[in-house]
């Protein structure tokens, strides 16, 4: 999930030790629920919403730090966000809805995991 050579223990899982319990039906329906508008979007514009809201709620919210692991000048990055912002109804102004992107976010990153696996 991180990289090829990750490994965690079990107590090191997180919220990981919830997801994995899930059927990747499941784990596909979350994400499209949460992310399915970035999605589509991405789909349809050759776009990285979906990556940018990623590392955005990886890195703490801090723009900072999401504009320089993405390599993208600081203005870029609050575009996409605005983008974001537009395209799911403000996550920031939903505290469930963001909680719903996060966990969508992650379980988008375990079945990518799985299908390396």
Known sequence: MHGDDFVAGHDGLGVYRLLGRLYAEALRRLTHEALGSLLAYDEAHDGSLVDTLSAYLLHDRNKVA?????????????????????????????????LQAELAVHARRLLAARARG
């Open 66 to 98: 999401t504009a320089a692991r993405l390599h993208v000048h600081y203005n870029t990055l609050r575009h996409r966000l605005r983008q974001i912002d537009r395209l799911t109804g403000g996550l920031d102004r939903h505290p469930l809805s963001r």
